[in-house]
């Protein structure tokens, strides 16, 4: 393990004004996505749509993508690999490397990520096709009586065996223990929960000897779940997080890179936004969003070859208004100014 040449990369993914372009969707999630726009999910239209953000301007704020499977192995219509064209952009190209979630036997409603075995070997692959990181997601959902702290410490302990061998093979970890905000619990909730979660998983880091400096967390936001009568502003979102953040991530960790979740697009960039505001925290704090960035450009392409210039403006300007909550320097000012 080269730990320098790891904190390297981590930092870069992590630079102020960029941000990581989750671009990982399975095939079956692409298929929901592509649905809602009316787009058939085939291996060509995911590959023009993912290309098209690849080559748009919006990736001066993108320091990394993460890419699917398929996504790697796949190479543009003038035959240049998608992860070759990430590198030309200034970007890093990354990997999905679980295999998703599957029901955890006796805890009804929970689950766990799957896909340890045979890890290692996917890691060298991965690494020969030009990826510099990995991402594990693992899923806590809260409802009525979960999560259990078996779940909670099953999936800690399944990202801190991956988080190892990807450091082992000179891949930093993202690091991704998700609590899920699809319930109608308050805030309160989801940080209690969101506070065991990190605290497991440290601890699991920590006994599988992952080095903190070369790995990025990309946890969820304290927020209310979706049906909680009780919203929150952005104020507390962002006091809530960073403060729950403060009490479990310890300050060697370089950054941290949210996801977004399913919170609309300015919600997320204007908690992101209030955080940095906040400022003293001992790590970066950044993006790590698929629908955050996502939603706009989807819905602007509609799988049309004259809409990709449309397409390509939406997320650039969705790249470029995080970019600047990374640092703290948005304003809803200038969401209208470019509307
Ligand atoms: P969202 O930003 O849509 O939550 O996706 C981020 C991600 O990569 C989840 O694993």
New binding site residues.
């Given amino acids: 393990m080269d730990l320098a040449e790891l904190n390297k990369v981590a930092n870069a993914m992590v630079a102020p004004g960029k941000g990581v372009l ?1 671009a ?1 969707e399975s095939a079956g999630t692409c298929k929901k996505r592509f649905d809602a726009i009316g787009v058939e999910s085939t291996e060509e239209n995911r590959r023009d749509y993912r290309e098209l953000l690849f080559r748009s301007k919006g990736m001066a704020n993108i320091s990394g993508v ?1 890419l699917f499977d398929e996504t790697i192995r796949q190479k543009a219509k003038d035959g240049t690999p998608l992860a070759k064209i990430i590198e030309q952009a200034g970007s890093l190209p990354g990997i999905k490397v679980d295999k998703g979630t599957k029901p955890l036997p006796f805890y009804p409603g929970e689950v766990i990520t799957e896909g340890l075995d045979g890890l290692r070997e996917r890691l060298v692959e991965h690494r020969g096709r030009g990826a510099k990181f990995c ?1 594990w ?1 693992t899923v806590i959902d809260i409802g009525p009586g979960i999560p259990s702290y078996y779940c909670i410490k099953a999936n800690a302990g399944a990202l801190a065996r991956y988080a190892a061998l990807c450091q082992d093979e000179n891949l930093v970890p993202i690091v ?1 223990p ?1 609590v899920l905000m699809d319930g109608d619990h308050d805030t309160d909730r989801c940080y209690q929960v969101t506070e065991l979660a990190l605290k497991a998983l440290f601890h699991e880091l920590y006994l599988a000897r992952v080095k903190l400096e070369g790995m990025v967390l ?1 946890p969820n936001m304290v927020v209310p779940g979706k049906k909680s009568a009780k919203q929150a502003s952005v104020d507390e979102v962002a006091e809530k997080t960073l403060r729950v953040l403060k009490e479990c991530v310890p300050a060697a960790v370089p950054g941290i890179a949210f ?4 919170q609309s697009d300015l919600d ?1 960039t204007a908690r992101l936004n209030a955080m940095n505001r906040l400022g003293d925290a001992p790590w970066k704090i950044t993006f ?6 996502q939603a706009a450009p989807q819905k602007a392409w509609s799988g049309k070859a004259e809409n990709v210039a449309a397409a390509q403006a939406a997320f650039t300007h969705r790249a470029a208004m995080n970019g600047l909550a990374s640092m703290g320097k948005w304003t809803p000012e200038l969401e209208k100014k470019a509307a």
């Fill in positions: 989750a990982d993460i991402k997601r991704e998700e990309k996801l977004s979740g399913g997320a790590s969003y698929s629908r955050a960035l």
